[in-house]
C-alpha cells in the first residue's frame, strides 16, 4: 500500500462544468476525509465518512457538492456546475480511527475559468 | 477569531539556528497534529499529540492543555526545513487547521 492516492492531481476547468476527484485511502482506513485549502490558508473541513457512511458534512458543502464512498473503499467528490470560488487544492485523508494519525494524499488542484 | 491561531506567520531563519512555532487554540481537543505542507500541496504528519512532549530527530512538539497551547521547534535548521508547517487540532472526531506557518531557511 502505497499511501493515500487522489486522481487528477490538476483540473482546469471551465465555469459551469462539473468535475468528479477520487480518493484511493490506505486499504485498512476506515475513516476518509475530505478537506478544501485555498491559498494562503490552511485545510477547511468539507465531509467524513466512517466506512461508507457520510457522518458529517460542512455548511460549506453546498447542494453542489456530493460525496461518495461506495463499499467503504474509495470515495469521490463531485462539484456540480463549477463556479470560479471552487478553485482550490481538495485534499483527501485516512485514518484507522479519529484517534489515529491522519495520513494525507498530494490533493487535487482545481482550477475553473 | 479563528479556532487555531499560529504564530508566526512567516518565518525566515538562517542555516543551524532554533526555531520556534506556536499555535495556540480555543476549542476542546483530543489530540492536536503537527503537520508539514510542501509547494505542490503534501501534508505529511510530523506529531500527534494529546500531553506533554515528542522528539523526532531535529523536531520537539510540546503541549500544554491547561494553556491551549503548543509550540513545535527546530533545532539546528536546515534549508531541506524550509515549508508550511500547519497546528490542526481534533475537535469532535474531524482536525480543525490553523492557516499554517511559512518557514524559509537560508544557507
Known amino acids: 500500500d502505497t499511501g493515500v492516492s487522489q486522481d487528477p492531481r490538476h483540473k482546469i476547468t471551465k465555469r459551469g462544468q462539473n468535475v468528479t476527484f477520487r480518493c484511493d485511502p490506505i486499504s485498512e482506513h476506515n475513516r476518509l476525509y475530505w478537506y478544501r485549502q485555498t491559498l494562503g490558508q490552511g485545510p477547511e473541513f468539507l465531509t467524513y465518512?466512517?466506512?461508507?457512511?457520510?457522518?458529517?458534512k460542512s455548511r460549506l458543502l453546498s447542494d453542489r457538492f456530493s460525496a461518495e464512498r461506495p463499499k467503504g473503499s474509495f470515495s469521490t467528490l463531485e462539484i456540480q456546475r463549477t463556479e470560479q470560488g471552487d478553485s482550490a487544492m481538495y485534499l483527501c485523508?485516512?485514518?484507522?480511527?479519529?484517534?489515529?494519525?491522519?495520513?494525507f494524499g498530494s490533493g487535487t488542484r482545481l482550477t475553473v475559468v | 477569531k479563528n479556532e487555531v491561531e499560529q504564530s508566526p506567520q512567516n518565518l525566515t531563519a538562517q542555516e543551524g539556528e532554533f526555531i520556534t512555532i506556536n499555535c495556540s487554540y480555543s476549542?476542546?481537543?483530543?489530540?492536536l497534529h503537527w503537520l508539514q505542507q510542501h509547494p505542490g500541496g503534501g501534508i505529511v504528519s510530523l506529531f500527534m499529540?494529546?500531553?506533554g512532549k515528542k522528539k523526532h530527530g531535529r523536531l520537539i512538539a510540546t503541549i500544554n492543555i491547561q494553556e491551549k497551547h503548543s509550540s513545535l521547534h527546530i533545532t539546528a535548521s536546515h534549508p531541506r526545513d524550509s515549508a508550511v508547517y500547519i497546528c490542526a487540532v481534533l475537535n469532535t472526531d474531524k482536525l480543525i487547521f490553523g492557516t499554517g506557518t511559512r518557514l524559509q531557511v537560508f544557507p
Open positions: 485523508a485516512s485514518s484507522l480511527s479519529a484517534n489515529y494519525g491522519y495520513t
Open positions: 499529540l494529546s500531553s
Open positions: 465518512f466512517q466506512n461508507e457512511a457520510q457522518l458529517e
Open positions: 476549542v476542546g481537543i483530543s489530540a
